[in-house]
């Protein structure tokens, strides 16, 4: 935020993108993935339109569900639950609730 500076800052937060790295031996991407152009064009419009946060979406998860699963982890920091908890089977049942509800 300082006038004149040439250098931004941006969070890249990629839905599922296939690369020789994600790709495990596989050759052809999966339906529900984003290639590295689809996810490096939609940063590109972002940034242009000057977010800072920029949540990349893919063929699989649409963004609501995205945006529930990112207020659930961060209530794992404030509400001192283990990491990751929407996969512990002590936290199952509440985060099916938390996600159904709008």
């Not at 937060?13 to 031996?25: A, D, E, N, Q, Y």
């Not at 290639?35 to 963004?63: H, K, S, W």
């Amino acid at each position: 935020n300082t006038p004149g500076c040439q250098i931004s800052a941006h969070l890249l937060i990629p839905g599922f993108v296939f690369t020789g790295l994600t790709g495990h031996g596989r050759s052809e991407k999966p339906a529900a993935a984003w290639t590295p152009e689809q996810t490096v064009d939609f940063m590109i419009e972002r940034l242009e339109a000057g977010d800072f946060y920029i949540l990349c979406p893919d063929n699989d998860v649409p963004r609501p569900l995205d945006e529930r699963r990112i207020l659930w982890a961060a209530g794992d920091i404030v509400e001192n639950r283990p990491a990751l908890s929407r996969w512990h089977s002590d936290y199952a049942e509440a985060f099916a609730a938390f996600i159904k509800r709008t």
